[in-house]
């Protein structure tokens, strides 16, 4: 009986062409409007070496008084000038390989291109998710270890409404950015009852979206600030620039003869250039072109640096557990 392999059935230019289908978690982060593509970030994804600075101007200094008009011709009025800063970007050099004998099993009486799609846009789909978290943690991390924590609020044991609202006006005037929540399973269930959670339903009644104060709350069991302790994330939105470069060979398939103790083998490879910055902030880890962070790394205080003033920048959390509360 003849035996389906990937190489009769692979079209390389057809497979990029399909869309993945995400999983539900992608739903809930991207959705919210967190997350914003940067032509600057894919013009910088495809042409730097690891690390790039990413150049903006100051906004114009309120503080400097306007002059006063006068009809003296020699009294030359005080001019101010904008001025350019600049972050660091990290760029994300990663691939992922699927051997052939997990997905022939998906190929029978189906269409094969798009079972692989799916199976690797879930993947990639988790992936992001989870580099975006160790993101949000890692600032959050720096904020408290380099900024007296002016982003962050100590819940206590438990979350409270009064805690989260605190946590918003940390940015003050600037509360109102604010457009979606991350939380803990364990603080979703406290949220749930407090009823500090409304539901938007569908037509048939089917819960579609969870808020709090009219903001969608998305859960990620990732959310933890230490043992004990649990992360809430106010993200405002465009908290997140995103870039995407284009590899060399983005997707590949490879054959391995000597595979399977002779019987052979194959791989299909995905490659992915990916910037992921958070708004704000500068990176301050390695830049190594062959050593990207993991996930874990984004999520430490050592490789992030605050470069703008608090109320410009779109996040805001809460820490809470019994670790928190003493």
């Known amino acids: 009986m003849a035996t389906t392999q990937l190489s009769d059935i692979f079209v390389g230019d057809y497979y990029a062409t399909l869309e993945p289908v995400n ?5 809930a982060v991207y959705d919210s409007g967190i997350i914003t593509r940067s032509p600057v970030l894919d013009a910088i994804a495809n042409g730097s070496q690891g690390t790039a600075e990413v150049s903006y101007w100051q906004d114009l200094d309120a503080d400097e008084a306007p002059n006063i008009s006068n009809d003296d011709p020699d009294d030359l009025g005080e001019v101010g000038k904008a001025s350019q800063a600049s972050m660091t970007a990290r760029v994300l050099y990663l691939n992922k390989g699927y051997g052939v004998a997990d997905l022939t099993a998906e190929l029978a009486n189906s269409e094969p291109m798009q079972h692989i799609r799916n199976r690797f846009g879930t993947y990639w789909t988790r992936q992001w998710q989870r580099y975006t978290l160790g993101a949000a943690r890692g600032i959050i991390a720096s904020n408290i270890a380099n900024n007296d924590g002016d982003m962050v609020i100590d819940a206590g044991a438990s979350i409270s409404a009064e805690a ?36 938007l339903r569908d037509s048939e009644g089917r819960i579609i979206l969870a808020t709090y104060l009219g903001k969608p709350v998305f859960m990620d069991d990732s959310l933890t600030y230490a043992p004990g302790q649990y992360l809430s994330v106010f993200f405002g939105n465009g908290a997140f620039g ?52 993991t996930a874990a790394q984004y999520a430490s205080a050592a490789n992030w640096e605050r470069v703008f003033d608090r109320k410009q920048v779109p996040f805001a959390a809460v820490i809470s557990g019994t670790a928190a509360g003493g």
């Open 23 to 27: 999983s539900p978690e992608k739903t």
């Open 164 to 199: 989260f609202q605190d946590a918003a006006f940390t940015a003050g005037d600037a509360a109102d950015q604010f457009g979606a929540i991350g939380v803990h399973s364990v603080v979703m269930n406290q949220m749930v009852k407090q009823d500090l959670i409304e539901y």
């Open 242 to 293: 995103y870039g995407e470069g284009t590899p060399k060979m983005p997707v590949e398939l490879e054959r391995k003869p000597s595979g399977g103790n002779g019987g052979g083998a194959e791989v299909l490879w995905e490659r992915k250039t990916y910037i992921l910055q958070p708004a704000g902030f500068s990176w301050k880890g390695a830049n190594a072109q062959n050593a990207s962070p």
